[in-house]
């Protein structure tokens, strides 16, 4: 089989994991049991990595604890020199990384390359950040009295990223933290080890060369046992967490547990509504890119499309026409749209729901099925799917991590259809097509989408770093990247500084002695 140079890829990041365990350092011990990672692309073992027994996180933590004492007291502008560094080096392995993206957790390239330029974003973002993390002042109501707020780091931030995004996740939250003076651990998905130990490296690297200690960027590898030693541990003030909301719920609970502050991103369930007013091919390669690119593994994916009646043939058959056009196929071949899903149990939940939803009477319009045969050996290629259904089928409010589209349709007036697109648990992405102003401003006003995410002639997925990304209601409530997501990073600290020789009181009270 063609290798799509993969092998130089891996000889680039440094990490032919078969049999070698880990990367190396004192900010990542383990000796665990170990992962395998097989290919979703074709099958193939392609790393062992040993996973992190609770001793060796007690080393990590260490470790980290340790770098946090140094690296807090270094000018945030110069944490942000070697984040611009870290992208700089991003830049030159950009092809490697996206390379491996793509073989081990299975999504195109291209995608591959995008996601690796999320990570490239972040930093930039981040190195402007650096000199820019904001306070404010306030008069006080006392005389000769200074009041002002300033933002200090937290300390050790735990970050638990999913396969589907496997390295810029972590890059979203790591980037940020740096600069904000945290250090970070990282338990990367079990199912794309291989991906965060690429990463690792990448960033040691960098870190050795401004001789900062190694414990700014940990890596712990392993399941949710693993990811349980940071939901239990008081170090940790922040446990950021992408994944489901089953998982959210559990570090959510955990962490609150103790007090520490959680920032999740979970599941979407994601819609797009198609207006009378939409404009057709727009709406076509909006919504086909949003449900099966990644084959539809986005938390930003779209999952459901809700039609006006008077437009509902017209946009069924224009979908159904773009779906006979997709290649499905090794996702290193950049002929093909669509790659496999992460691995056979994702099949058989893709599987699933397509029966449940004509259980429930829906009505298959494009026709799901497994791939088998040459190329297709791995068991994980699966064709997108379309099927009309109703708003409440139950399977319509679960989202199946697969690229299946569920078509709704809706009549009346554009508060229908946000009723609709409003009624699911989860809250991270909507999008709606229309050229009817009046209805693009209903959708984004308080009446409107209830989502963190709400865009106007642009389907769900594919945000850019520079806003705030996350969603409401089962989906978490996060946000990370973009705006004044910071902040979370940090604890704030309000500072009253009194420069004269009396001592007098807020509220006027008086305490004479
Ligand atoms: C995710 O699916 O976990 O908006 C994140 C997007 C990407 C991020 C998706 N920028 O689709």
């Given at each position: 089989a063609i290798n799509f140079g993969i092998d130089k890829a891996l000889k680039t990041l440094g990490v032919n994991a078969i049999n070698e365990g880990t990367s190396t350092g004192s900010n990542c011990f383990s000796n665990g049991e170990i992962i395998e990672s097989y290919s979703p692309v074709d099958g193939q073992l392609i790393a062992k990595v040993k996973t992190t027994t609770e001793a060796d996180y007690e080393k990590v933590m260490t470790s980290a604890t340790l770098a946090f004492k140094t690296w807090r007291t270094m000018p945030a502008p110069q944490r942000g020199e070697i984040v611009r560094q870290f992208g700089d080096k991003l830049r030159a392995k950009k092809e490697a990384l996206g390379k491996l993206v793509s073989y081990e957790m299975g999504k195109s390239y291209q995608e591959g390359l995008g996601e690796v330029q999320e990570m490239i974003d972040i930093c930039d973002f981040a190195v402007g950040l650096s000199r820019q993390l904001h306070g404010l002042t306030m008069h006080s109501e006392r005389p000769g009295h200074r009041m002002y707020e300033q933002y200090h780091p937290l300390g050790v931030v735990g970050i638990i990223s999913a396969f589907n995004f496997p390295v810029a996740v972590w890059a979203w939250n790591t980037a940020l933290a740096w600069i904000c003076g945290d250090v970070c651990v990282w338990k990367p998905s079990e199912k794309t080890p291989l991906c965060g130990v690429a990463c690792q490296n990448i960033a040691a690297e960098v870190f050795a060369e401004n001789n900062v200690p190694e414990g700014v960027c940990c890596l712990i590898n392993g399941n949710y046992h693993v990811g349980a030693f940071m939901t239990k541990d008081k170090r940790i003030p922040l446990l950021s967490a992408t994944g489901s909301t089953r998982m959210g719920k559990i570090v959510a609970q955990q962490v609150a547990g103790r007090l520490g502050k959680s920032l999740l991103e979970l599941g979407g369930n994601n819609a797009i509504i198609v207006t009378p007013d939409a404009d057709i091919k727009m709406t076509v390669i909006g919504a086909v890119f949003g449900a099966v690119g990644t084959a539809g593994q986005r938390c930003t994916s779209t999952r459901r499309l809700i039609i006006h009646e008077s437009i509902y043939e017209v946009v069924k058959h224009a979908l159904v026409d773009a779906y006979k056009q997709l290649r499905i196929g090794n996702p290193l071949d950049e002929n093909n749209h669509v790659g496999p899903i992460i691995d056979t149990d994702a099949v058989k939940m893709y599987d699933d729901a397509l029966n449940k939803v004509v259980e429930e009477g829906g009505n298959i319009i494009v026709e799901g099925g497994v791939l088998s045969g040459e190329g297709y050996e791995s068991g994980c290629y699966v064709r997108p799917a379309i099927a009309e259904a109703a708003p409440n089928f139950e399977i319509v409010q679960h989202e199946t991590f697969a690229p299946i589209l569920y078509l709704l349709k809706y009549k009346g007036n554009v508060e229908n259809a946000i009723e609709i697109q409003n009624e699911v648990a989860q809250g991270l992405s909507s999008a709606i097509m229309t050229n009817n102003l009046r209805e693009a401003e209903r959708f984004l006003s308080v009446q409107g989408s209830d989502c963190g995410i709400a865009n106007v002639n642009i389907?769900?997925?594919?945000?850019?770093?520079?806003g705030a990304f996350g969603g409401e209601k089962d989906t978490g409530g996060g946000r990370e990247s973009g705006s004044d997501a910071w902040k979370v990073y940090m604890r704030r600290q309000t500072n009253t500084i009194n420069y004269t020789t009396e001592l007098p009181l807020a509220q006027g009270i008086k305490f004479d002695l």
């Open positions: 389907g769900t997925s594919g945000a850019e770093i520079g």
